[in-house]
């Protein structure tokens, strides 16, 4: 029963991305997680012709480009998903594949080959996944069982061989975190050559297990407006920590500088751009080939050690992957953002 949205409202020509919908709610139990309590753990989604509709209202408008499934975890309904797929690829191929799409899900898409390929094949080219954390124990405590049980670093590799590229979501602040995690963390961000990984600092949302259990524990803070800071990621910790709250933030601390120094960061572009096996070359779109030189102003401005190590990454990539040149780029604009 959603109406179709006003897209023509958009000055589409400034946004980088448009955003659909196909489903909502997630199957899991995160204890720090909301989606659940907001929309429950059964998914329920709009039916193919409503997307299609949408993907149309965008189409004849003009857009062309990338489009962002805002799913929680477009796999949550994965038999519905699996029947969308098909009418979604045929949409795409009729019109010459005019979008490319990111999303969201949980990792054990990459146990689920077919799958892996179909939406390859219907022209995915990324994904976020929560992580969360390397560590078993905090995994296990914070009800994320779906990332145990398995080599986080051969999933990862499975999911960017399938031609789809990894985001990824960490958490430091658990209260399983016996003491500093930041080695561990940085070893597995590194292991999985995921370029760009979303690290924050736990906090407790309303509605949550967490929320709830830390409140029952006399540790939860007053309620404040963490809206007001404007960052989701450094916006955490609004509780009393079982490790000293110090030792969290230079963990916290300790992560970022690692994982975003040019040689560390374009080092994992590099290996990316290696295994990202895309089945569909990026169409050029306009504004692509001046977004690409005000890139090339940028990352020269940032100094000749960034400099340096993009043009290392950007060489290797167009000698033995050309297909993956567009996206090894787009990770590199990225780092412009993060770095």
Same mark, same amino acid.
């Given at each position: 029963?959603?109406?179709?949205?006003?897209?023509?409202?958009?000055?589409?020509?400034?946004?980088?991305?448009?955003?659909?919908?196909?489903?909502?709610?997630?199957?899991?139990?995160?204890?720090?997680?909301?989606?659940?309590?907001?929309?429950?753990?059964?998914?329920?989604?709009? $039916?193919?012709?409503?997307?299609?509709?949408?993907?149309?209202?965008?189409?004849?408008?003009?857009?062309?480009?990338?489009?962002?499934?805002?799913?929680?975890?477009?796999?949550?309904?994965?038999?519905?998903?699996?029947?969308?797929?098909?009418?979604?690829?045929?949409?795409?191929?009729?019109?010459?594949?005019?979008?490319?799409?990111?999303?969201?899900?949980?990792?054990?898409?990459?146990?689920?080959?077919?799958?892996?390929?179909?939406?390859?094949?219907?022209?995915?080219?990324?994904?976020?996944?929560?992580?969360?954390?390397?560590?078993?124990?905090?995994?296990?405590? $914070?009800?994320?069982?779906?990332?145990?049980?398995?080599?986080?670093?051969?999933?990862?590799?499975?999911?960017?061989?399938?031609?789809?590229?990894?985001?990824?979501?960490?958490?430091?602040?658990?209260?399983?975190?016996?003491?500093?995690?930041?080695?561990?963390?940085?070893?597995?961000?590194?292991? $999985?050559?995921?370029?760009?990984?979303?690290?924050?600092?736990?906090?407790?949302?309303?509605?949550?297990?967490?929320?709830?259990?830390?409140?029952?524990?006399?540790?939860?803070?007053?309620?404040?407006?963490?809206?007001?800071?404007?960052?989701?990621?450094?916006?955490?910790?609004?509780?009393?920590?079982?490790?000293?709250?110090?030792?969290?933030?230079?963990?916290?601390?300790?992560?970022?500088?690692?994982?975003?120094?040019?040689?560390?960061?374009?080092?994992?572009?590099?290996?990316?751009?290696?295994?990202?096996?895309?089945?569909?070359?990026?169409?050029?779109?306009?504004?692509?080939?001046?977004?690409?030189?005000?890139?090339?102003?940028?990352?020269?401005?940032?100094?000749?050690?960034?400099?340096?190590?993009?043009?290392?990454?950007?060489?290797?990539?167009?000698?033995?992957?050309?297909?993956?040149?567009?996206?090894?780029?787009? $990770?590199?604009?990225?780092?412009?953002?993060?770095?």
């Amino acid at each position: 029963k959603s109406p179709l949205p006003r897209f023509d409202l958009l000055k589409l020509d400034q946004y980088l991305h448009v955003g659909v919908q196909f489903s909502r709610g997630c199957p899991f139990s995160c204890e720090f997680c909301d989606i659940i309590e907001l929309y429950g753990r059964v998914p329920r989604t709009k $039916t193919n012709a409503q997307v299609m509709a949408e993907l149309d209202a965008l189409y004849n408008l003009g857009y062309r480009g990338h489009v962002d499934f805002v799913d929680d975890n477009l796999i949550g309904n994965k038999k519905a998903l699996k029947k969308f797929l098909p009418d979604l690829k045929r949409w795409q191929a009729e019109r010459k594949f005019p979008f490319e799409f990111s999303t969201e899900a949980s990792i054990n898409l990459a146990d689920d080959p077919d799958l892996l390929h179909s939406l390859s094949d219907t022209n995915f080219f990324a994904i976020f996944v929560g992580i969360e954390s390397p560590d078993t124990d905090t995994l296990v405590m $914070t009800q994320k069982k779906q990332n145990t049980r398995r080599s986080l670093q051969q999933s990862i590799e499975t999911i960017h061989r399938a031609g789809i590229f990894v985001n990824a979501g960490f958490i430091v602040g658990f209260d399983s975190e016996k003491s500093s995690v930041a080695a561990g963390m940085i070893a597995c961000i590194e292991d $999985t050559a995921i370029p760009v990984c979303m690290v924050g600092l736990l906090y407790a949302l309303p509605t949550t297990q967490l929320t709830r259990r830390l409140l029952a524990e006399g540790r939860l803070f007053p309620a404040d407006d963490q809206t007001q800071s404007g960052d989701q990621c450094t916006a955490g910790l609004n509780f009393e920590t079982k490790r000293p709250r110090r030792d969290v933030l230079n963990d916290y601390r300790t992560v970022l500088k690692a994982i975003y120094d040019p040689v560390a960061y374009f080092g994992r572009v590099r290996r990316l751009g290696r295994m990202l096996k895309r089945e569909r070359a990026h169409r050029m779109i306009k504004g692509d080939l001046r977004s690409f030189a005000r890139l090339i102003l940028r990352i020269h401005r940032a100094g000749p050690g960034t400099a340096g190590q993009f043009w290392r990454m950007l060489i290797d990539c167009a000698l033995h992957n050309p297909k993956a040149v567009p996206y090894v780029i787009m $990770t590199s604009a990225l780092y412009l953002h993060l770095g």
